[in-house]
């Protein structure tokens, strides 16, 4: 069994700050790591993914996570942030065991506020 | 289509009804999973369907939930003598990734794809 954890339900930030929502995980398997967004009335996105490899990931839109093992962490951070990030932000694990249906644990969310 | 689609979109019932949630995922997809998202929560894991078969729904509350997907690819979930504690949104995902005895490959992307969700409310 998994489980995931995001502290901060809520961060406010000013526009052109960085940023940085933590998510924490526990698991008895090793896991694949996530990062979705849904945004106002929309359905959940993929932003990032940590399948294997390097353990820095990024997304298109600037945002990067990072896989620490030793501390069961997947951070997303962001150098500047705009008004158009703001929305809630779900991390994720799922099973990396073959066999395993690969659905999704999700954490409780991070609403961001980017403000003016 | 383009992408995950669920109907209706919004769904309002009075204790005790009956509802029935569509999917329908992206074609091809051969996984698809039900979630139950509450106000304020994450998303949590219903069931899942591998084509027709439904291979876990360990996440079903309630013998009042039943989902199916008889042809593979379109998926109903029904709630019987619906409850206020059913009030949620209902997200349905698809992936093209599938469960088999092999062993899992790198690079093979497992992600799922959501859709916007039927939100439920039960007065």
């Known amino acids: 069994a998994q489980s995931v954890t995001q502290l901060d339900s809520q961060v406010p930030v000013f526009e052109e700050a960085p940023v940085e929502l933590r998510c924490n995980y526990s698991?008895?398997?090793?896991?694949?790591l996530f990062w979705y967004v849904q945004y106002p009335n929309q359905g959940l996105q993929l932003l990032l993914k940590y399948l294997s490899g390097s353990t820095l990931v990024e997304s298109i839109n600037g945002f990067e996570a990072e896989f620490n093992k030793s501390q069961t962490s997947f951070h997303l951070r962001k150098p500047s942030v705009h008004i158009s990030d703001t929305a809630e932000y779900f991390c994720?694990?799922?099973?990396?065991?073959?066999?395993?249906?690969?659905?999704?644990?999700f954490g409780s969310g991070t609403q961001l506020t980017v403000l003016p | 289509g383009a992408g995950v689609s669920q109907s209706p979109r919004y769904k309002v019932a009075k204790r005790g009804q009956d509802v029935a949630l569509r999917c329908d995922p992206i074609?091809?997809?051969?996984?698809l999973f039900w979630y139950q998202q509450a106000l304020g929560q994450g998303p949590e894991f219903l069931t899942y369907f591998q084509n027709e078969a439904q291979l876990d729904k360990s996440g079903l509350p309630s013998d009042r939930f039943f989902a199916e997907r008889p042809e593979g690819s379109v998926s109903t979930l029904k709630i019987q003598r619906t409850q206020q504690e059913d009030s949620a949104v209902y997200l349905c995902?698809?992936?093209?990734?599938?469960?088999?005895?092999?062993?899992?490959?790198?690079?093979?992307?497992?992600?799922?794809?959501f859709g916007p969700g039927t939100r439920l409310t039960v007065t």
């Open positions: 995902a698809s992936s093209s990734h599938w469960t088999g005895a092999h062993r899992s490959r790198e690079g093979v992307s497992y992600e799922q794809y």
């Open positions: 074609s091809g997809h051969v996984s």
């Open positions: 698991s008895s398997v090793s896991v694949y």
């Open positions: 994720a694990v799922s099973d990396k065991s073959s066999g395993s249906a690969r659905q999704l644990t």
